[in-house]
């Protein structure tokens, strides 16, 4: 029978062309908007985990838990040992040491006193031996003037604060704060570069040293304040990562040793986990409106379909077709359009969300004073889901608009046919 | 209704009489506490989270307008030197050969990682300046009486908007002390005790302070000599000394 009814659909196209096009272009819309919100939401999340939260970041439980003061004396100690552990039982990701501090920046007068001074926000990376971290962090593009670190005792400062208290580079500034013991810390940087992310969170009062030189100058000799963690392939598989932070807590974390470390997820931190389940929903939402405008649109076909189609009816149900069968090969025609149209608009879609993730579409003029953490290059993402998620539109508002149209078959009376008819 | 009237003025004349009584108790309180100079030999304890370190320092001090200090031990601190004129606040620094002047809500971080901000170490007003007392009641602290005060501010800059210090009633020296927020929130606990007669005075030896929004057991500060109005030379007091 299906073959019989294929048969039909692709020879009378005028019973088929307009419903095919409809659930086409629904699915289209359906797997592009898809695509894009999840890339919009991904790029966000990448970020956040390239700058902060990681895909997973191991702390010891102390200082997780007053991680917004950056308590440096609850820091990790002894990380070449924790590194080397991590590498051994995790290969498939790259492990990364960092110091987040704070304190003051001072910039002296050529008699060595003060002549300006703001609130710091530092950060410390391998600079001179990992330079992944430095196109993860994106600081070659970020760079306003100079360059990265190259020697002990250079840093790169907030473009911003260079600008507001005229540092020129080569110029000499003075981080004050505390230490991890508590001990003074006076250390002076030669600026080397100034830097703008385009993000007034990571622009204000920031200082950028190596990680060797914060270790030195906090009294944290192999220490730091975290240890972050990267799939291999750049994307966060939330699969993996929970296999991984669970064998790792149960393995190393302990619950009565503060100073255990202990591996959070990238959901777990900076509320990052509603962020992912916000995306989720509002795919979810996107299908459920696309579903319901397209019944209405595929009902009102259906409708006119059946009044195209209703002598055709008549004549089946005069030569004895049962109703039931009439509306069984009806709602048959219509997961057979539905199906169709839902390949058409899953290919056209998948080949434009492809577009979208090789080029994006670039808001950079638009974001420029922007403060939020913001890509500004938006790309779609492709996902193993897009492969059927618009079978779900396509197919359910088709069948249910023709179901709802078909019901006019049952009004029908045996009767009156030939009247009808005008046999 | 006359009644009332009468029982309206003794509660009025009673209370008078109680903050008279308070105001003159903190009077006798900064007498014993405050001083025209005074030179002071220090170690403070700062207990951490992962261990304990001891500093010790060498402070001058003149009224409340002038102090120097300089930090003698450990090695990490040695040579380290603060200077306090009015209400400015420099450091010197020998590893970096830098003077970095303190200002605005840095004054409110921990000195050296103990229990104390910087602006504890420069606030020494008579307290009398700067709170109205008053008595709130009475209780022992390690056997000994003690009137408790209340104190509200009356100037505005100033770090703890209330105090409650339990003051000796016969040596005039407090032995507990609860510093408040504006907010009615506490911030520090303090509690002094190895009280000793110091030319002439009651002066206590031992502090500890603990800052309540601060993990740790503490900061303990032990006077180990302390020398009342001595003839402090003038230079000492100026940004010249930091580098000397």
Redesign the interface.
């Known amino acids: 029978m299906i073959k019989f009814l294929l048969k039909g659909i692709l020879r009378d196209r005028s019973r088929s062309l307009l419903p095919i096009i409809v659930v086409s272009l629904g699915v289209f819309l359906t797997i592009v908007m898809s695509a894009w919100m999840k890339g919009i939401f991904t790029d966000m999340i990448n970020m956040n985990a390239n700058f902060t939260t990681g895909h997973v970041k191991v702390m010891t439980r102390a200082y997780a838990e007053n991680v917004n003061q950056m308590p440096l004396d609850l820091a990790l100690l002894d990380i070449d040992e924790l590194i080397q552990n991590l590498e051994n039982d995790y290969p498939n990701m790259d492990w990364v040491p960092r110091i987040n501090f704070g304190g003051l920046l001072d910039v002296p007068d050529e008699n060595g006193e003060t002549r300006a001074q703001g609130p710091a926000a530092g950060k410390a990376i391998d600079f001179f031996h990992n330079p992944e971290e430095v196109e993860r962090m994106n600081i070659l593009k970020s760079l306003v003037k100079g360059n990265i670190p190259q020697k002990p005792g250079e840093a790169i400062i907030s473009y911003e604060f260079a600008k507001k208290f005229g540092v020129k580079l080569g110029e000499k500034v003075t981080l004050f704060g505390s230490t991890m013991n508590g001990s003074m810390l006076f250390k002076t940087f030669t600026v080397c570069g100034t830097i703008r992310f385009g993000m007034t969170m990571l622009d204000r009062g920031a200082i950028l040293v190596d990680i060797s030189d914060a270790q030195l100058a906090l009294d944290m000799e192999n220490g730091s304040t975290e240890i972050l963690g990267y799939l291999n392939d750049g994307i966060y598989d939330k699969e993996k990562v929970d296999a991984i932070a669970d064998s790792f807590n149960s393995k190393y974390s302990k619950a009565n040793d503060e100073f255990s470390p202990q591996m959070h997820k990238l959901e777990e931190q900076s509320g990052l986990g509603d962020y992912l389940r916000m995306a989720d929903n509002m795919i979810g939402m996107m299908i459920t409106f696309f579903v319901i405008a397209m019944s209405i649109v595929l009902w009102n076909t259906g409708l006119l379909g059946g009044l195209r189609r209703y002598t055709e009816y008549g004549v089946r149900l005069a030569l004895g077709e049962e109703k039931g069968h009439i509306y069984k090969t009806m709602i048959y025609e219509a997961i057979l359009i539905g199906i169709i149209g839902s390949i058409i608009g899953t290919i056209l879609g998948l080949g434009m969300a492809y577009y979208l993730q090789e080029v994006g579409l670039d808001f950079s003029e638009m974001t420029r004073t922007v403060s939020m953490m913001l890509p500004t290059v938006y790309r779609a993402t492709i996902f193993p889901k897009l492969f059927y998620i618009g079978f779900i539109p396509g197919l359910i508002a088709m069948v249910s608009g023709n179901a709802l149209a078909g019901f006019a078959i049952y009004k029908r009376k045996t009767a009156k046919l030939f009247k009808e008819l005008e046999v | 209704m006359e009644k009332i009237k009468y029982i309206a003025i003794l509660l009025m004349i009673t209370s008078a009489a109680y903050a008279q009584n308070a105001n003159q108790i903190l009077e006798k309180v900064d007498k014993n506490m405050s001083s025209k100079n005074r030179i002071v030999e220090s170690e403070m304890i ?1 207990h ?4 304990s ?1 001891t500093i010790t320092s060498l402070s001058y001090s003149v009224g409340d307008k002038k102090s120097f200090t300089e930090y003698l031990s450990p090695a ?2 040695r040579g ?1 030197k603060m200077l306090k004129l009015e209400n400015k606040l420099w ?1 010197y ?1 020998p ?8 200002s605005g ?2 004054l409110r ?2 000195l ?3 229990d104390l901000s910087y602006e504890d170490m420069m606030d020494d007003r008579k307290l009398t300046e700067v709170y109205t007392a008053t008595v709130i009641g009475q209780e022992s602290i390690d056997g000994r009486k003690c009137y408790i005060l209340e104190l509200k501010a009356k100037v505005v800059d100033i770090a703890y908007h209330t105090r409650k210090m339990w003051i000796d009633t016969e040596r005039y020296i407090p032995l507990k002390e609860d510093l408040f927020a504006k907010s009615g929130k506490l911030l520090k606990q303090t509690t002094f005790s190895n009280v000793k007669k110091v030319q002439g005075r009651w002066f206590p030896t031992a502090m500890v302070y603990k800052d309540m929004l601060k ?1 740790g057991d503490g900061t303990e500060f032990i006077v180990t000599g302390i020398r009342f109005n001595q003839e402090i030379q003038e230079y000492i007091f100026t ?1 010249a000394v930091l580098k000397q």
């Open positions: 700062i951490g989270k992962r261990n370190r990490r601190e380290t450091i620094s590893s970096t050969d830098r003077i970095i002047q303190i809500h840095m971080q921990s050296m990682g103990s993990q940004k």
